[in-house]
């Protein structure tokens, strides 16, 4: 299925058979592709690009289609390792986590930090990290595949 080209966002590069490597929804998908164009709240001589993944219902394109600056998507992928390698330990704390301190990280950017901290504000929190731990470890081969492949990737480009 072709990408839209005629919205807002305006793809350059795309990958239109995202549905088929979608993780656990691979071939039953509705995230239908995946796009780095021009943005679309690009305005006039200031021109920004982003990320978007494109959904489709099976009628129409869906207003649930996401786009993401590119700093944000790679603050995406800081944050989600960052909590793979807080889960690798987090088995010491009997709560997953210490209600203490919920505080994980704070990864230094450009003059200050992402804190990267346990979200106790959620009162369901002490049942909701042992679901997310779970969805982690059933998820482990389709993020790890795709984890080598990034790594290796900023290896050839000297990161």
Known sequence: MKIPTSLKHKPVIVCENYENVDGRDAYHSNAKGLSLGLAQWNDRGNVDISAKVWRYTGEKWSRQSEELPLHRLVDLN??????????????????????????IDRVGLQGDAMTVEVCTDNERIDEDIRLFRDALAQNDEFLSERLKVLSSLLKELNY
Do not use: G, M, S, V
Request: charged content about 35%; hydrophobic content about 25%.
């Open 78 to 103: 800081i944050l989600l390792c960052r909590t793979l390698q807080y889960f690798r330990e987090a088995y010491r704390y009997e709560k997953l986590y210490d209600p203490e301190n919920p505080r």
